[in-house]
């Protein structure tokens, strides 16, 4: 399979935005991105440098729910910003805030205009992923949710992975190559150290459109190799890469999928239980991050 690594690339338009930020004094909101190629190699080589070894100073959290968003929201004591820099009317929610001199941005897809329910899956998470990125200038994002697991792989009820690789589930297009296209396999920024420190549990996370599992579904999974199923992870993870921006994935398991409960009625059940999980892992991850660069992670 094609393989895709989150990375500081030296000729990234990440890379040289940084670099422009660092040698302009400017902070990273006020900074527009570079053109891509632009300056010498030297130059980025030097800017890649600094990039790399500089503290993280700003995270972006991006979570589907507003029950999943709310707790991390009130741990760090976020406020909402009434004016955020998105499209006028779109109903994504943005939440600000400082923790331990680290710029905290929490974005939720907010609820559906229409049918007034929470804006999962991959569209809205990859809507809201570019838009954010574009506005908020993140060192590193953070893609928090629930989501299913598979006992099989050893998920239980509970458990939080941080996920190695990610790829899509429900992109069949069998032509060579663009079936590589489709799966879209991309490995999550590498983060030996928080995984050691925290005891989290670690494996592939496959996403998808559908809360079921339909039996194109299940295969496509286990081509996947994947232990944990959601329905956002990958098109943010595809939005991180083309922008050349690090991200992390932390899930934790509401229902098991290859289990005897129905999907939904077991999601609805641990929902409340889990996300608490979530909430302390999301946190154990932040104070880890505070004060170190990526290389440490």
Known sequence: ?????????????????????????????????????????????????????????SILIIIAMQTEALP??????????????????????????????????????GKDLTLGVDSVGTICASLVAYASIQAL??????????????????????????????????????????????????????????????????????TGDSLDMSPQDEASITANDATVKDMEGAAVAYVADLLKVPVIFVKAITDIVDGEKPTAEEFLQNLAAVTAALDRA???VIDYISGKCLPEL
């Open 1 to 57: 399979m094609i393989h895709h690594r989150f990375s500081w690339e030296r000729k990234s338009s990440g890379i040289e935005r940084k670099g422009r930020e660092i040698e302009t004094g400017k902070g990273i909101q006020g900074t527009a991105m570079a053109p891509h190629g632009e300056g010498s190699d030297g130059a980025v080589e030097a800017m890649a440098a600094q990039v790399e070894n500089h503290p993280i100073s």
């Open 72 to 109: 991390v929201v009130n741990k760090f004591q976020l406020t909402e910003n009434p004016h955020p820099a998105f499209p006028k009317g779109v109903p994504w929610v943005h939440y600000h805030g400082t923790y331990k001199e680290i710029t905290i941005n929490l974005v939720w897809p």
């Open 137 to 206: 200038q993140p060192d590193l994002i953070i893609n928090a949710g629930t989501a299913g697991g598979f006992k099989a792989k050893g998920a239980g009820i509970g458990d939080v992975f941080l996920a190695s690789h990610v790829a899509f589930h429900d992109r069949r297009i069998p032509i060579p190559v663009f079936d590589l296209y489709g799966v879209g396999l991309r490995q999550a920024c590498s983060t030996p150290n928080l995984l050691k420190e925290l005891n989290l549990k670690t494996g592939k996370l496959s």
């Open 282 to 284: 999301v946190t154990q």
